[in-house]
């Protein structure tokens, strides 16, 4: 059989299923968009609601306006908390400054943050694992003192933790699940009397798309993920895929996606990250037929049917 050498030769892209967003985004985003119809413009939203440039940017054109610090709403102003959550301090420090806040906290992150309250009312030593700087990991360590952090195996050895000390220990929800395994195994090795969160931290949803990536992967040559460098899980996603041995990618938009990635590969693998909206996804496939390819499959996957109700106080009167 002859082969061509075509510039790109790309037959058939492969979807990962599930991908996209997640029931933790859907709601985030849902209560942004609600507050701006109830209340109008601007509605202001203290960092990322969720880790994705265009759907920042459409909230953007529909009067949504960012903020890092509360100091930058103004008196009486109405601000949405991020989806990864907010520690005790923000909490306190809203109410002080006198706003209205819905809270778009993924429930999934609610979850952990009552889980640490337990565990310190219980008197228990906590250690979290999840990634530095990351807003999730600050509104969750923010919900008591003195949480130790750790990002690696090598972390759980340099604890300082009086071996006695009654342990508990919690996650952030968008991490790498066999990273996530290794470092608890290390926890458990030096501190055997650990206890663990009722049920794992980590969440349905990135559980799903590292699974279905682990689906994709052998049947690919190259894997595309569709998410935001900020991304927490989206990053991960692409991680999974290059442990599998095939490059990975990571594209914020159709725009990023380079013909030479595509250089002989056959089947080409494509998600996207819990906060990366399908629309991207659709935006992605239209480049690479661009670049050649001809057909679209979706494989099978788990179907996930999570959906959250939004905070009272956001649904817009009927009219009677």
């Not at 279905?212 to 991680?239: C, F, H, M, W, Y």
Request: hydrophobic share 45%; with cysteine.
């Amino acid at each position: 059989m002859s082969h061509h050498t075509d510039s790109v030769a790309v037959p058939e892209v492969l979807l990962a299923n599930p991908r996209g967003f997640c029931a933790g985004v859907d709601r985030a985003i849902d209560i942004v968009e609600h507050a701006l119809a109830r209340f109008g413009a601007p509605i202001y939203v203290r960092h990322e609601i969720v880790h994705n440039t265009y759907v920042v940017n459409d909230l953007k054109t529909k009067g949504a306006v960012f903020v890092e610090a509360l100091e930058d709403v103004p008196h009486g102003g109405t601000v949405v908390f991020s989806a990864h959550g907010v520690s005790q301090a923000v909490r306190a420090q809203a109410q002080g400054l006198g706003l209205q806040v819905f809270d778009a906290t993924c429930p999934l992150v609610t979850k952990v943050h009552v889980e640490v309250a337990r565990m310190r009312r219980e008197g228990l030593e906590i250690v979290m694992i999840g990634h530095a700087g990351h807003p999730e990991v600050e509104g969750t360590m923010g919900q008591a003192d003195g949480i130790h952090l750790v990002q690696t195996v090598d972390d759980v050895a340099r604890l300082s933790i009086a071996s006695g000390s009654p342990l508990a220990f919690v996650t952030q929800t968008t991490l790498s699940v066999d990273d996530a395994a290794e470092i608890v195994a290390a926890l458990r090795a030096r501190f055997p009397q650990v206890r663990e969160p009722k049920k794992q931290d980590i969440c349905y949803a990135t559980q799903n798309r590292q699974d279905a990536v682990k689906v994709l992967s052998p049947q690919v040559d190259v894997v595309i993920v569709v998410g935001s460098p900020t991304s927490s899980n989206s990053n991960r996603l692409r991680e999974v895929a290059l442990r599998m041995g095939k490059p990975a990618y990571m594209v914020d938009s159709a725009d990023d996606v380079r013909a030479e990635w595509l250089q002989g590969a056959r089947q080409i693998g494509l998600t996207a990250g819990a906060s990366a909206p399908e629309a991207l996804v659709e935006q992605v496939i239209a480049r690479l037929k661009g670049f050649g390819a001809v057909a679209v499959r979706q494989l099978d996957g788990v179907t996930e049917s999570v959906q959250f109700p939004l905070p009272r106080g956001l649904l817009v009167k009927a009219e009677t």
